[in-house]
């Protein structure tokens, strides 16, 4: 079975230009989920989408960050502009639960790791 | 606020060694805990979930225990490789998943 896929793996970037990170989850999970990894600390929720519904971006900072999951299956992560303290690891993890997607066994991609300068 | 701790930060053993990593939470209600690995530059990787009613599981040289009523958990390393050198992290779940900031676990020959 396919792993959650994550590209690119590395991006640099100045800031205020604009970045995109892109996810596939396992084929025919529903849950799909955006988390950012600053060095030292773990992951932290960004977004959640359930099928191609939000289900939780309480923590997404929405003045720069945007996620979509067209069609339910995969998504992408956008942030513009960028900002110094955005440089973290982008991780993108899938779950197959659909009523209760807390409770699933959750699948991580390798991640994006991201530097702004 | 819903808080997962876990210690020591780092911690550093040599090959073959045991060790026990510790994770202290404040999640509820309670739904199930989960035992991340997670090596340098990759993503997580599931060791263990467990659920409110098992207090231990086992994952090869890996055995997580859990105490819902003192809402600790545990992690045993048995005879530690090196390949074990990795961040382990603790993640607790209501209805929201809870991450703790990690362990780091270094072995060295």
């Known amino acids: 079975e396919a792993g959650v896929a994550q590209s690119p793996r590395y991006k640099i970037i100045e800031k205020r230009q604009s970045v995109a990170f892109w996810c596939n989850p396992i084929?025919?999970?529903?849950?799909l989920y955006w988390y950012q990894q600053i060095l030292g600390q773990g992951p932290k929720l960004l977004i959640q989408f359930q099928n191609n519904g939000v289900v939780d971006d309480s923590q997404l900072p929405k003045d720069r960050f945007s996620a979509e999951r067209l069609k339910g299956v995969d998504s992408t992560l956008k942030i513009q502009p960028a900002k110094l303290e955005d440089s973290a690891v982008y991780l993108c993890a899938s779950s197959l639960g659909t009523w209760q997607p807390n409770t699933g066994e959750l699948f991580f991609g390798e991640g994006s790791r991201l530097t702004v300068l | 606020k819903n808080q997962v701790e876990q210690s020591p930060q780092s911690l550093i053993i040599l090959e073959g060694k045991n060790c026990t990593l510790q994770?202290?939470?404040?999640?509820?209600?309670?739904?199930?805990l989960r035992w991340y690995k997670q090596d340098t530059g990759r993503g997580p990787v599931s060791l263990t979930i467990?659920?409110?009613?098992?207090n231990t599981k086992s994952n090869g040289r890996y055995t997580a225990t859990l105490d819902a009523d003192t809402k600790q958990s545990s992690l045993h390393i048995t005879a530690s490789q090196l390949s074990d050198s990795a961040s382990y992290i603790c993640?607790?779940?209501?209805?929201?998943?809870?991450f703790g900031a990690g362990t780091t676990v270094t072995v060295r020959a």
């Open positions: 993640v607790v779940s209501d209805y929201k998943l809870s």
């Open positions: 084929s025919g999970h529903a849950t």
């Open positions: 994770c202290n939470y404040t999640v509820s209600p309670f739904s199930n």
């Open positions: 467990m659920t409110f009613s098992e």
